[in-house]
């Protein structure tokens, strides 16, 4: 006789019993069984003939939700990046914007130093006319000189040549001799500033021709190089304007893409909140049967064992949050403007300032749902809490748990971090209903 067993035992050295129960080396029963070679191949065709009927097999939502997580994953890096990027077009807009001004003001500079050569040209060419004027004035004195001149040299010429000796020595008497002496030396001195002041206006008049030609050519030359200055201050504006203009068009297509994907990661968000909602509610069917079956189980045992059967006690009950850490609130639940992104945007939680490294304690009992990186959330760690309830524990360093895992109130989850869009270590801690973020404060 062989070994008989049902179950884990055997009957015959061949035989046995459960979904691959086997008789003799060929006959076989449950869902594969078979008699001979040929009704097992039917069998089996038919079977899979029944599977491809049946069509395809629903997707879990628990992987819904990593489908979900991910695809969040994707667009919060392809976010992350169109930040750094329209980052980097803002400065590059505000960096072009400040050329632009310095050139600008450059150019004003250069316009200001035009208007003064300017109103000094205009000086020079004033006194310009007014040295023409005294010019004149100087060459009619000039002429005055060289016709007395010419005159005392015709008189010579008219005269003869008589020395200023003979003049004196045809003298009648020492009165004449005195009076002649009188005359002559006045003839002398007539004619000694006669010549020094033709000499003399001469060099006047030549210095002050070249005066004013040397300071109006230079003030000329000055105001050309000006408005050379300014020709090209005003192209490198132009080519700035072009670039800033440029810059800011791409500005405009970086945050445009930014909103769109900011747009897509709510969608998503949304979609996981959905998700969650749906998988908190499965979750909580599946616990209210296997509770009400116990239920039942226990009750069906107390009347089959004659005693009466015990009270029927609530299921579930209200769901009691404490703080996850200790430390004050840098920044409370409701609208606010990001420090990281700079927009006005709902804070769905509160931000509690704690070192790096503190111990995260679970608020309330549950099932771990999420852990794992989790885009600006950085290291992320949700919990179920039952009847809809679950929380959320951001920007971990560490994190202790694992995904279906259940845990106590108190118990260290994790340890506080920094990791995704955080200014500094501290504990972003949520609370949702449903799915949806109230304060946490109405709870702790």
């Known amino acids: 006789m062989g070994w008989r067993n049902e179950g884990r035992h055997k009957v015959g050295p061949f035989r046995q019993v459960g979904p691959f129960r ?8 449950g869902p594969f069984r078979q008699v001979g070679p040929f009704k097992g191949i039917a069998a089996i065709a038919v079977l899979a003939v029944a599977v491809m009927a049946a069509g395809p097999t629903p997707v879990p939502i628990t992987e819904k939700i990593k489908q979900n997580q991910a695809a969040i994953h994707a667009t919060q890096a392809q976010l992350h990046t169109k930040r750094v990027l329209l980052h980097g077009a803002r400065f590059k807009v505000i960096t072009i914007a400040q050329e632009l001004a310095d050139t600008n003001n450059g150019i004003s500079m250069v316009n200001a130093t035009i208007d003064q050569l300017d109103r000094q040209i205009r000086q020079i060419k004033l006194r310009l006319d007014i040295r023409r004027t005294q010019l004149a004035a100087t060459r009619a004195s000039l002429d005055r000189h060289r016709t007395a001149l010419d005159q005392r040299l015709v008189d010579v010429y008219e005269y003869g040549p ?3 000796l003979d003049v004196l020595l045809d003298a009648t008497s020492f009165a004449d001799f005195v009076e002649r002496w009188d005359f002559v030396r006045a003839i002398l001195k007539s004619d000694s500033q006669l010549i020094a002041g033709i000499n003399t206006e001469q060099a006047r008049y030549e210095g002050l021709v070249r005066g004013l ?11 050309q190089a000006q408005s050379s200055k300014e020709q090209q201050l005003a192209g490198l504006a132009d080519e700035r304007r072009q670039l800033l203009g440029a810059a800011r068009a791409q500005r405009n297509v970086i945050a445009q893409q930014v909103v769109e994907l900011e747009g897509l990661s709510a969608a998503e968000e949304a979609r996981l909140q959905a998700l969650i909602v749906e998988k908190q509610r499965e979750d909580y069917l599946a616990t209210l049967a296997a509770r009400r079956a116990a239920a039942a189980a226990r009750r069906a045992a107390a009347i089959a064992a004659g005693l009466p059967p015990p009270p029927e006690s609530p299921i579930g009950g209200p769901v009691a949050f404490i703080w996850p850490v200790r430390g004050p609130i840098t920044s409370p639940f409701g609208y606010r403007t990001d420090p990281y992104t700079g927009r006005y945007a709902l804070h769905s939680g509160v931000d509690i300032g704690v070192d790096y490294g503190t111990p995260i304690r679970a608020a309330a009992d549950g099932r771990v749902i999420y852990a794992g990186w989790y885009g600006g959330y950085g290291n992320l760690i949700t919990i179920d809490n039952g009847d809809g309830y679950s929380t959320l524990y951001a920007h971990c360093s560490a994190m202790y748990v694992s995904v279906d895992q259940n845990v106590q109130r108190g118990q260290v989850i994790g340890a506080v971090g920094a990791t995704g869009y955080a200014t500094g270590p501290h504990l972003h801690f949520e609370i949702r209903k449903d799915g949806v973020p109230f304060d946490p404060l109405t709870k702790l």
């Open 22 to 29: 086997q008789v003799g080396p060929f006959r076989q029963a």
């Open 213 to 223: 030609e040397v300071a109006n050519a230079q003030l000329a030359a000055a105001e």
């Open 162 to 164: 008589v020395s200023y």
